[in-house]
């Protein structure tokens, strides 16, 4: 089963660690279908722009599995509102996802996930049906994770530019 072009059922679902502790990780028709609009109104315009294959790390996490990963309590990736996303595949980086989404696509939250001032280590978006067009950074202060919130990218910049240098 596809939920969008470029993504199936299987790879929004699928988790390394969910397999190895036998967890079912299998959302509902609810979820599956807001899972549709995070995939069609995000994954897929990035996607067609850049043309090439982009990774998604980790998409619908069930309550059991986002507790055992260490996800955060309240997580929109429980109710398929987020996908997180990477540039494993090397061909376009962290930054490039991350300035595209902002700029040009409809978005609920955008986190610039750890990584340093020039590239995120991930990119996390999330899709709803009330989009607070939310630019956050996530950082390591004190080993804790804390976040904070921009209403630009300009702002977002500035922050990352002295929280890294
Ligand atoms: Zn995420």
Redesign the pocket.
């Known amino acids: 089963m596809k939920i969008s072009d470029h993504i199936s059922l299987a790879e929004a679902t699928k988790s390394i660690t969910a397999q190895r502790l036998g967890i079912d990780n299998t959302p509902d028709d609810k979820t599956i279908d807001r899972m549709k609009l995070v995939a069609n109104h995000i994954f897929e315009p990035l996607r067609n722009y850049f043309g090439v294959p982009i990774k998604i790390e980790?998409f619908y996490r069930c309550e059991t599995l986002n507790k055992v990963i260490g996800?955060a309590v309240g997580?929109q990736?429980l109710i398929g509102e987020?996908?997180?996303i990477d540039d494993d595949f090397g061909e376009i980086s962290n930054r490039q996802i991350f300035v595209y989404i902002a700029q040009y696509l409809e978005f609920d939250q955008l986190?610039w996930?750890f990584g340093n001032d020039n590239s995120p280590d991930w990119v996390?978006a999330s899709y709803s049906t009330n989009n607070r067009h939310k630019l956050s950074v996530a950082y390591k202060k004190n080993g804790y994770t804390k976040y904070e919130h921009f209403t630009s990218l300009e702002s977002l910049y500035m922050f990352l530019d002295d929280l890294y240098n």
């Open positions: 980790s996800g997580s990736h987020a996908m997180d986190i996930e996390h």
